[in-house]
């Protein structure tokens, strides 16, 4: 492979992007894998269905995420306390930065990118989630936790934080 072959542009087609569904209130495309991006990035598109939860306070030790709402409202945990993003809205999350996401209400959900840089196989993590899932299996929270310890997620379940806005 010559030099100008390897930097070739990438194109990923609607119909090649995988789709993990499986709950009603979010599901997720894997628009761009680490692996078509060369490692530069991931990135999804996820959606919560109204009053539809995400993940609690945790943090990445390798990767900052970026969140960019298209439709609806999300909660984004800052850390401290949680704020109301509306579409055209962008929530940048550092290494290590304390974050966690959910729809803001009960009538509205939301559709949004979540941009991971740099890439890392993050969608082993979302499918992962779901085969732990499968069957109608209920895994317990310390099987959550380690599960995602191995993908750069600590979860912090006695992290303190301001109140959940209301709509």
């Known amino acids: 492979m010559s030099l100008f072959e390897s930097l070739r542009a990438t194109v990923v087609r609607s119909a090649e ?3 993990a569904g499986g709950d009603p209130s979010a599901s997720t495309r894997f ?3 680490s692996a ?3 490692n530069d990035f991931g990135l999804f598109e996820y959606r919560l269905a109204p009053g539809g939860g995400g993940p609690g306070p945790h943090y990445h030790a390798g990767f900052s995420e970026t969140f960019y709402v ?3 409202e999300l909660a984004v945990l800052d850390g401290h306390e949680w704020t109301t993003a509306s579409a055209g809205d962008l929530v940048y999350v550092p290494r290590h930065g ?3 996401f959910r729809s803001v209400a009960q009538d509205v959900g939301a559709r949004f990118l979540i941009l991971f840089t740099p890439g890392i196989p993050r969608e082993d993590y979302f499918t992962g989630l779901l085969q732990a899932r499968a069957d109608g299996r209920t895994p317990t929270q310390e099987e959550i936790d380690e599960f995602a310890r ?3 997620q600590v ?3 006695d992290w303190t934080v301001g109140p959940f806005p209301q709509r």
């Open 17 to 19: 992007q995988p789709f």
């Open 31 to 33: 628009v761009a894998t």
């Open 36 to 38: 078509q991006t060369r």
């Open 70 to 72: 298209l439709d609806g």
């Open 98 to 100: 304390v974050h966690g």
């Open 150 to 152: 191995r993908h750069d």
């Open 155 to 157: 979860n912090l379940h």
